[in-house]
């Protein structure tokens, strides 16, 4: 069992930088792949960002170059760094766990609101 806590959204300027921390508990933190997603009003759950147990990364093309993904094992716990944030990046920000042989997770979400 894996419990996932997001923190860090907020109001923010067009131009502007948030940080996302998701702290985990319950279970063994770095044998899962970790992951961000976001959800706005009237669309789907949309994939942003990933992180392997290995340290590896990928990006949604329309974040590339903007956002940046990181894990620290020792504090169990997985950051979404967003710069140069646009209007359009406004959701509610998900933090998800998986891995091959168990159940993935899911956080409760946290609300980023980008004015323009």
């Known amino acids: 069992q894996v419990q996932l806590v997001e923190s860090g959204g907020g109001l923010v300027q067009a131009g502007g930088s948030l940080r996302l921390s998701c702290a985990a508990s319950?279970?063994?933190?770095?044998?899962?792949?970790m992951g961000w997603y976001r959800q706005a009003p009237g669309k789907q759950r949309e994939f942003v960002a990933g992180?392997?147990?290995?340290?590896?990364?990928n990006y949604a093309d329309s974040v590339k170059g903007r956002f940046t993904i990181s894990r620290d094992n020792g504090k169990n716990t997985v950051y979404l760094q967003m710069n140069s944030l646009k209007p359009e990046d406004t959701a509610v920000y998900y933090c998800?766990?998986?891995?091959?042989?168990?159940?993935?997770?899911w956080g409760q979400g946290t609300q980023v609101t980008v004015s323009s």
């Open positions: 992180i392997t147990s290995g340290g590896s990364t």
């Open positions: 319950g279970s063994i933190f770095s044998i899962y792949d």
């Open positions: 998800h766990a998986a891995h091959i042989l168990l159940s993935d997770y």
